[in-house]
């Protein structure tokens, strides 16, 4: 199976778009997740030191990552591009006029811009809402100039473990997203001819007050279950009810645990 057939059958882009567009309003009361995998993401060197070069923002959301890169890096234009409509409301104005060169809906798999204009593409955690990776890489690489520099994050594969064994012992349905694993993330950057590919892993571990608090800042921040396998119909309170006494097994001093697999990309496109 190729990687952009997996992607392909895991999620609705419409889907992913009314999200996004239902969570804006009240999204960065829920997004210190994104923000500290943000922040890690621009420690790499790779990610620095890109001043007067042109960068594009893929999944801006509300512009935290976009202001950080004009703030950080003194690049000469950023850009904002967001396949929710709400999101880059919120950005226009948090970015103000003089911080962001444009502001852009639209989708990652076709990106409405020329051949060879970016220097950098960032994202943080957007590509796992994609439908086709390789899609979304090739459109970067053709976006990016000779030796332009593709930094993004995403969700692996360990990511709310916790959430999913507890679902799994209660009925067979797809409760929790999917996300694929280092070495597919690799294979599909080299067949869309990125070289130099680092990536690095960090296993985050938020705690909550209950688990029907940790599904709450999911749906927040725009990330419940959007798997096309998931139980269309309202889930059965017994296996509803099973699911809570599963998780609050797991619970500690601290509350009960979510773990959040960070995936942090670097790749290069030849010259």
Known sequence: MSVGGFQKVTYSKEMVRQSFDSASQNYNEHTSLQRLIGDRLLLHKKAQN????????IGAGTGYLTKKLFELNEVKDVYALDIAIGMLKHARHYLGTSQAKGVICADAEKLPLNDGVMDVIYSNLAFQWCENLEKVFAQAHRVLQPK????????????????KSSWQ???????????VGEEVIRQALQRAGFYDITILTDNIVNYYSSPKQLMVSLKGMGAHNMNQGRRLGLTGVKSFKAMLKAYESLRTEQGVPATFQAVYVYAKKGE
Do not use: I, W
């Open 148 to 163: 332009g520099l593709f930094v993004f994050s995403t969700f692996g594969p360990a990511t709310l473990t916790e959430l």
């Open 50 to 57: 890109h001043a007067n070069q042109s960068v594009l923002d």
């Open 169 to 179: 012992q209660s009925d067979k349905a797809v409760h929790v997203n999917s996300f």
